[in-house]
Every structure is written in C-alpha cells, then in structure tokens.
C-alpha cells in the first residue's frame, strides 16, 4: 500500500535559518509528489510538484524540493526562513491504480520560526 | 478568480442533528474532492466526483454520510445523524482533470464542524 511518512510533527527555526522538512514515500510506480502548505484557518494550497523531468523542483516562496527516487525521499528546503513560512506543511503522493488527483497526504509537520 | 466556496465557515450542533456542508467548485473545474481533517487522523478522502458522477466514495465513513453533486456548481456534504466523533475541519476541493494526475487540488477555506 502506498504511504507518505514527514518526519517530525513539528519542526522550529530560527528566521534566516535553513528549513529542511522531510518526507518519504512508498510507491510501487514511479509516483507523483507535491508539498502543500496550510496557512492557520485556511486550506492547503500548493507549495510545488514532482511529475516527471528534473529532479529539483522550485516552488513558490522560495521552497525548492528534490525527488530522490534511490531514498524514496522529495524533502523541502528553503535556504533562509522568514516569519511568514510559520504553517503547516504537507506532502502528497498521487494514488496509484486510481483516479487522477487523488491523492494521499503525510500527517503534516508544522514549521515555526522564530525571530 | 473566485476560489472554492464553501459554507459555512463554522458550525456547532448537538448530537443527532443533520448537518449538511455546501461546495462551489472553481468554474471550469470537473472533479470534486471532499476531506476531513482532524488532529489524530490527519487528512482523508472521503469521496470524489469526476464531472458530477461519484468515482470513489470508500473514504465515506459510514451510512450517515451522503454526498452528492447535483450539478457542475455545487456539491454537499450531508452528515445525519451527526456525532461527536464527527466533530472535525471538513475541506472541498477541486481540479480540472485533463488526462493527467497533476494531482493539482484548489482547496476551500473549510469548514468547521462541532458535534455536542
């Protein structure tokens, strides 16, 4: 069964920092992967996405994310943090064997950044 | 562009009243997704639509829970009878499906259910 596991729930820096937020998966097909990020009472937008071609991929923001298909890992960095990264964090893969946008999301890590 | 739209934003009942919980897509999306979030289970899927015909709805918790797109426009979420299990962020989502799983979902702000 195919699963996304982000290491730690909550992950805090200090601003200007380096934020490094991780995320495995399973897949038995080359997948899909995308970070989303949650601003507080509001819903996920998308951060970035892996589907084929490059394995670095830059999002908004500044966040950029590698696809590292030996270490089934597509990690999120951002060279140096800024106050307003304080969200939540999620990382998706597209379900296999399914329809198109279905996906399935980690538990989520929360960034908080202090100053 | 408006976004997703859903209503309301927050609602608080007492156990065994129905809920229904509304979604306007983004014009020109065709597929439709509702989740829930809550702190222990994270996001799940609950059902989605692909041009107003349920696809998959195995995420549906049990029978009192209903979904339904009657039209490009508009989805609801209906919860009857409700309990405080339920009690949880519901989001709506939606893509334009093109042929291929960008997996590109536009999230509504939520909306917040509180089962007494």
């Known amino acids: ?115 | 562009d408006a976004g997703v739209i859903q209503s309301p934003r927050h609602e608080v009942t007492e156990m065994g009243q129905e809920v229904t919980l509304r979604c306007k897509p983004i014009s020109g999306h065709n597929s439709l997704f509702w989740y829930r979030q809550t702190m222990m289970r994270g996001l799940e899927l609950l059902i989605y639509f692909n041009n107003n015909v349920p696809i998959d709805d195995s995420g549906m918790p049990e029978d009192r829970f209903s979904a339904k797109m009657p039209n490009a426009s508009f989805s609801t979420l209906k919860i009857q009878p409700s309990e405080p299990r339920d009690s949880a962020v519901y989001f709506c989502a939606s893509s334009h499906y093109q042929g291929v799983a960008t997996g590109e979902l536009f999230f509504g702000e939520g909306s917040r259910l509180t089962v007494l």
């Open chain 1, 1 to 115: 069964a195919q699963s996304v596991t982000q290491l730690g729930s909550h992950v805090s820096v200090s601003e200007g920092a380096l934020v490094l937020l991780r995320c495995n998966y399973s897949s038995s097909v080359p997948p899909y992967l995308f970070w989303y990020v949650q601003y507080p009472n509001q819903g996920l937008q998308l951060l970035l996405k892996y589907t084929t071609g490059a394995t670095l991929v830059k999002g908004i923001n500044g966040f950029e994310a590698e696809f590292k298909k030996s270490e089934t890992s597509f990690h999120l960095t951002k060279p140096s943090a800024h106050m307003s990264d304080a969200a939540e964090y999620f990382c998706a893969v597209t379900r296999t064997g399914g329809s198109q946008g279905n996906l399935i999301f980690g538990k989520g890590t929360k960034l908080s950044v202090k100053p």
